[in-house]
């Protein structure tokens, strides 16, 4: 026995780090460094995708998942209830009318282009809610395969990544406002994690505007996914309910009514902020080259119409109204 514990203890010292790894270690501390901004940590993953190749993939999404769950509770610590109200207020219009719009439309493309039913509801309900973690929540009600979930994430992650770039480039040249801008992100951007890279990036105000429009777009996941069962006939299915948007609200409160918590909430939306952008460095690396290439022209197409479209509806109904 203890020439076992020996041997095993011995190849454990002995193994050496690999180039792939170190590399890949050196750029996750980085991103937790003040100077990486969530574009360009979502670029550094990206580039490491594509070149070197994520050391430990098998550990990604379940890495991403809890990491953005995290840091979105922690970003509450940073947010006002009254101002959240004000901003859900503002956005619940914005929301019902453009998740319908964009189911709709989704269904309708889908026929057009002869796209997979179950591969074209996914992207039209992760574009319409919430990206991934819509996707991930649906996917087991209609009993999608791997291959329709894998296509339906890589049109989302892939539009994602864009809008990372471009959403702020847009707002400054149209001088959005700070309220604007938050409520375009919420509703226009896919995921949680770019909505709040973009916001962030854009400013305080609207970080906060655009959290809590897009955790309350977030809870139509449920009766979205409750809707599926019956569409895709398949009623055994338990749903699962977001219970980090649970979290992320009490946080607000503690923020907003108890005293002398000021030290500790800056302190928490310091880390949720380096978590979001080491979450979005995560997400770049999973986009590989094989993730790339298995999305395909059809779903992609219907991804990207779907998404110019609610993007600039929104926008002129944001600017016109607003």
């Known amino acids: 026995?203890?020439?076992v514990i020996r041997k095993t203890t011995k190849q454990i010292l002995d193994r050496s780090i690999t180039t792939r790894e170190l590399i890949f270690l050196l750029a996750l501390v980085f991103c937790?460094?003040?100077?990486?901004?969530?574009?360009?940590?979502?670029?550094?993953?990206?580039?490491?995708?594509?070149?070197?190749?994520?050391?430990?993939?098998?550990l990604n999404h379940k890495a991403t998942h809890i990491l953005l769950q995290v840091s979105v509770v922690g970003l509450g610590f940073g947010m006002n209830v009254g101002n959240a109200m004000k901003a859900g207020k503002e956005g619940i219009s914005f929301t019902i009318?453009?998740?319908?719009?964009?189911?709709?439309?989704g269904f309708l493309m889908g026929k057009i282009f002869k796209i997979e039913?179950?591969?074209s509801y996914l992207i039209s309900a992760g574009t319409a809610i919430c990206g991934g973690s819509a996707i991930a929540a649906i996917a087991p009600v209609i009993k999608a395969e791997e291959k329709q979930i894998s296509v339906a994430l890589g049109t989302i992650f892939?539009?994602?990544?864009?809008?990372?770039?471009?959403?702020?480039v847009i707002g400054h040249a149209l001088d959005l406002s700070q309220t604007q801008f938050g409520l375009w992100c919420a509703i226009a951007i896919h995921d949680t994690s770019s909505v709040v890279g973009a916001a962030g990036k854009y400013g305080s105000e609207?970080?906060?505007?655009?959290?809590?429009?897009?955790?309350?777009?977030?809870?139509?996941?449920?009766?979205?996914?409750?809707?599926?069962?019956?569409?895709?006939?398949?009623?055994?299915h338990k749903l699962k309910v977001p219970y980090f948007i649970g979290?992320?609200?009490?946080?607000?409160?503690?923020?907003?009514?108890?005293?002398?918590i000021g030290g500790f909430s800056r302190y928490a939306v310091y880390i949720a902020k380096s978590g979001l952008t080491l979450t979005?460095?995560?997400?770049?690396?999973?986009?590989?080259?094989?993730?790339?290439?298995?999305?395909?022209?059809?779903?992609?197409?219907?991804?990207?119409?779907?998404?110019?479209?609610?993007?600039?509806?929104?926008?002129?109904?944001?600017?016109?109204?607003?």
């Open 206 to 236: 609207a970080l906060e505007v655009a959290t809590t429009i897009k955790l309350a777009r977030a809870l139509w996941i449920i009766p979205i996914a409750f809707s599926s069962t019956f569409i895709f006939r398949n009623r055994d």
């Open 247 to 260: 979290l992320f609200v009490l946080a607000m409160v503690l923020n907003s009514y108890v005293p002398g």
């Open 32 to 58: 937790l460094s003040p100077f990486i901004s969530p574009p360009v940590a979502l670029l550094m993953g990206l580039i490491i995708a594509q070149f070197i190749g994520h050391p430990y993939l098998h």
């Open 1 to 3: 026995m203890e020439g």
């Open 280 to 322: 979005l460095f995560l997400i770049g690396c999973g986009l590989s080259r094989s993730v790339l290439q298995s999305v395909g022209f059809k779903p992609l197409l219907q991804g990207v119409i779907l998404w110019g479209g609610i993007s600039a509806v929104t926008l002129w109904a944001i600017v016109s109204l607003i």
């Open 158 to 168: 892939i539009l994602n990544s864009i809008a990372l770039f471009l959403f702020p």
């Open 97 to 105: 009318i453009s998740i319908i719009f964009t189911l709709g439309m």
């Open 117 to 119: 039913k179950k591969t």
